[in-house]
């Protein structure tokens, strides 16, 4: 996902990821959009309201956008 857009669903992108830059709440959106090919914001809206994917302190307490099953594991 770093030198070609990929035809992938934004959860799969997520967890294949293992954690977007997500200070700011825009930032997972540029994100995805230079990843996938398809990238659809309303997918991403869908996920983070529907708690699939959620935006928490991880590494050096920078907040992230991980799966939910990653935040739980």
Request: proline share 5%.
């Amino acid at each position: 996902l770093l030198l070609d857009r990929a035809h992938l669903p934004v959860l799969d992108a997520v967890a294949h990821l293992g954690g977007l830059q997500a200070q700011e709440p825009q930032e997972p959106f540029v994100g995805l959009w230079s990843r996938l090919r398809a990238f659809d914001p309303a997918a991403l809206s869908d996920l983070l309201l529907g708690r699939k994917v959620v935006r928490a302190h991880l590494m050096r307490r920078t907040v992230h956008l991980v799966t939910a099953a990653d935040i739980l594991a």
